[in-house]
């Protein structure tokens, strides 16, 4: 199905609202999209506060899906696309922080006030612009804070989602957040692992790739005291040390944050957590090393490697999707191979060129430079051969298979799959200039090894290497 556009989710809304009013109800715009209209932004999405029940929205509707019943969210589907429309309620939550348990419908004001902050808690008339606002998000908005609707100690220990979600707010609209709301969060950051994995995931996720400033997401995070709980392996950047020629922004914190910071966005989720975390096998493998010259310099043996490893670790207990932490993983530990670009062979950059993560690799790369050192060569280096490939498959289809080997009487096993890889290779490098030359190698360097079996098993191709 093809993405809808916020305007097409805002005529739908509106369609139904005057559906709703029209038989007698209550119905405004609600949370979200008023915020973002109000702050001249585009909605992603239009939620609809109603008085009217589930049954009532089901009955109205030819087309409902009833996801949150028990919450009173109905999703009312046009033409392919849904909308939410939520009957006003008040929610008492049992007290273990978690979710409200039980819902009570109610009028628009006490609707409004269970909701989290106060710049979240409007409603928005649409036909004549009016707005409803019993707490405070109008001022809110104008002074661009994030403050909870309520004492925020209380309404934090309804929900520790809430934790998170303040500072996401804060970092995805740029906004302060409010004395009091900042003190309870700090002293609650702790109580933040009451929060499902997947939930927090989420939110970190949307901080990350929406956030104009994620790096300063990122410090909010910290200073807040959610990082040292979430994510205690990136709290641990803060303070390491790194050798200020190649490193004149700081310590690796400060370099990660100029990263996020660098983020167009919004970005992809493998690209903003590869960039998060590709650093953070830098302290676990921090070594004084004497350079020839007799100096002292802090090296990080290995620590794309490290680094990979623990992030697979967070990864998993984030509940990250399997084929996403894969693709992570590979970005944080091939980020230092970059480095190697003048000297690889064409077979080697065709390798990486064609990898998939390719263009998530190289944004990884280019931020890394301009972060730190700021040369671009070996991106630039990489985009020019990635052009001159524009016109040829990058990995173009092998031209020697597994049936000609066996054709030529090569047994199959572990020998056949070294020979392909040579003849792949050959053909990668340029060598050969066709299928033709390259089986003519192949027979000859075959008649060679009968002759002598205890020659090397997959002898070089012809080298008449030219980069
Ligand atoms: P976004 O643009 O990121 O979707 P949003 O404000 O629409 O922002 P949602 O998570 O979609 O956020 O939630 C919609 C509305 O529901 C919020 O504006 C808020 O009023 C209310 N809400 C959502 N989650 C909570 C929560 N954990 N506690 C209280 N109210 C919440
Ligand atoms: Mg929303």
Aim: neutral net charge; contains cysteine; aromatic residues 6%.
């Amino acid at each position: 199905m093809e993405m809808a556009t916020s305007e097409q989710l805002r005529q739908d809304a509106l369609a139904i609202l005057q559906a709703l009013r029209q038989a007698g109800f209550l119905a405004y715009f609600a949370g979200g999209c008023v915020r973002d209209q109000l702050l001249g932004r585009v909605p992603k999405d239009y939620d609809v506060a109603t008085s009217a029940r589930p049954e009532d929205v089901a009955r109205l509707f030819p087309r409902t899906v009833a996801t949150g019943k028990a919450f009173g969210v109905m999703q009312v589907v046009t033409a392919g696309r849904t909308c939410e429309v939520a009957t006003f309620r008040r929610d008492s939550a049992q007290g273990d922080g978690r979710r409200p348990d039980a819902v009570a419908f109610s009028g628009p004001e006490e609707d409004a006030r269970r909701r989290d902050f106060t710049v979240n808690g409007l409603f928005l008339e649409p036909l004549t612009g009016e707005v409803l606002d019993f707490v405070g998000g109008r001022q809110d908005l104008e002074l661009k804070i994030i403050r909870t609707i309520g004492a925020p100690r209380q309404r934090f220990g309804e929900d520790y989602l809430r934790l998170l979600r303040a500072v996401r707010f804060a970092a995805t609209l740029e906004f302060e957040l409010e004395a009091a709301t900042r003190t309870a969060l700090q002293e609650l950051a702790p109580r933040i692992n009451n929060i499902s994995a997947e939930r927090i995931q989420q939110e970190l996720t949307r901080l990350l790739t929406t956030a104009p400033h994620a790096g300063q997401g990122l410090r909010l995070l910290q200073t807040s005291g959610l990082l040292a709980v979430l994510l205690p392996e990136v709290a641990a950047l803060a303070g390491q040390a790194q050798p200020p020629q190649f490193h004149p922004e700081g310590d690796v914190f400060e370099h990660t944050v100029l990263m996020l910071d660098g983020l167009t966005q919004p970005s992809s989720l493998t690209l903003a957590w590869a960039v998060l975390l590709h650093d953070i096998g830098k302290p676990p493998t921090a070594a004084l090393t004497r350079e020839p010259d007799g100096s002292d310099r802090i090296r990080f043996h290995y620590h794309d490697e490290a680094g990979a490893r623990l992030a697979e670790g967070i990864l998993r207990r984030l509940k990250m999707p399997a084929d996403e932490i894969t693709a992570i993983t590979y970005c944080i530990k091939n980020h230092m191979r970059f480095k190697e670009v003048p000297q690889m062979r064409r077979a080697t950059l065709r390798h990486l060129v064609g990898a998939p993560t390719f263009p998530v690799e190289m944004e990884l790369h280019r931020l890394d430079c301009l972060s730190s050192h700021g040369h671009l060569g070996n991106y630039e280096f990489l985009l020019k051969f990635r052009e001159e490939l524009q016109n040829e498959p990058v990995l173009p289809k092998p031209w020697i298979t597994g049936h000609d080997l066996l054709a030529r009487g090569l047994p199959a096993g572990p020998e056949l799959g070294r020979w392909h890889r040579r003849a792949y290779e050959a053909q990668l490098e340029g060598r050969c200039a066709s299928r033709e030359q390259l089986l003519a190698w192949l027979d000859q360097a075959l008649r060679e090894r009968l002759r002598d079996p205890a020659a090397p098993t997959a002898p070089s191709p012809p080298d008449h290497e030219t980069h």
